[in-house]
């Protein structure tokens, strides 16, 4: 079979980063002649020397943290509709209860309220759902940082997860008062607040 051309969709894509990773595990694959990237549109076109099962190309991306779909442009454009209205519900949700965690937070520092279980419970019970709705920042982020390939997702999911993690492990520590030196604040409000303005760019 000669030369060729197709374009498909790729999931997980956000950054330049993003690619440049994207591109790169394509270009690897032999029989593939060039491997270019629309950012904005989240598709990729491939040129082809040959015939390749979609299987092949499929399982290379996904080594890098990348899922790679194959639709016709019609169902691109309903995908691409449906990602912007899925990305808007987030933003909604997570501003829901992020606005009033980063209100609470902020207050209790300026007032210099002690910590108390009431305090964690609430900001807790803020900051969980957040991190829930946002789980596929963690799920490619780590995906990618399995196959030594990090890109966006993987500094989020790193800089939100240790916020939440150490917010855990402070408030175990208050509430049964272990003394464990270092672990006395709180800080749910930022891993919290991080994920609504990150959701709030992607739509």
């Known amino acids: 079979m000669g030369k060729s051309a197709k374009t498909f969709r790729v999931e997980g894509m956000h950054c330049a980063g993003c690619v440049a990773s994207v591109?790169?595990?394509?270009?690897s694959i032999d029989g593939v002649q060039s491997a270019m990237v629309n950012l904005p549109l989240e598709n990729v076109r491939i040129n082809f020397e040959r015939e390749l099962p979609f299987v092949k190309l499929r399982d290379s991306l996904k080594s890098s943290g990348y899922i790679l779909v194959d639709e016709s442009s019609q169902d691109l454009s309903a995908q691409k509709e449906k990602d912007i209205a899925d990305w808007r519900?987030?933003?909604?949700?997570?501003?829901?209860?992020?606005?009033p965690l980063l209100i609470f937070a902020m207050w209790e520092m300026m007032v210099g309220a002690e910590i108390t279980w009431e305090s964690i419970l609430l900001q807790?019970?803020?900051?969980?759902?957040?991190?829930?709705?946002?789980r596929q920042f963690?799920?490619?982020g780590f995906t990618a940082l399995s196959h030594k390939n990090p890109n966006m997702n993987s500094l989020v999911a790193l800089?939100?997860?240790?916020a939440f993690v150490y917010s855990?492990?402070?408030s175990v520590n208050i509430i049964f008062n272990f003394g464990i030196n270092g672990f006395d604040q709180l800080y749910f409000e930022s891993a919290?607040?991080?994920l609504v303005f990150?959701?709030?760019?992607?739509?």
Request: charged share 10%; net charge positive.
């Open 23 to 27: 591109e790169k595990s394509l270009n």
């Open 89 to 99: 519900r987030r933003f909604i949700w997570t501003g829901l209860l992020g606005t």
């Open 124 to 134: 807790f019970c803020l900051a969980t759902p957040i991190i829930l709705i946002s």
């Open 138 to 140: 963690y799920i490619n």
């Open 159 to 162: 800089g939100t997860g240790a």
């Open 168 to 170: 855990l492990i402070s």
């Open 192 to 194: 919290g607040v991080i």
């Open 198 to 203: 990150i959701t709030m760019g992607r739509f």
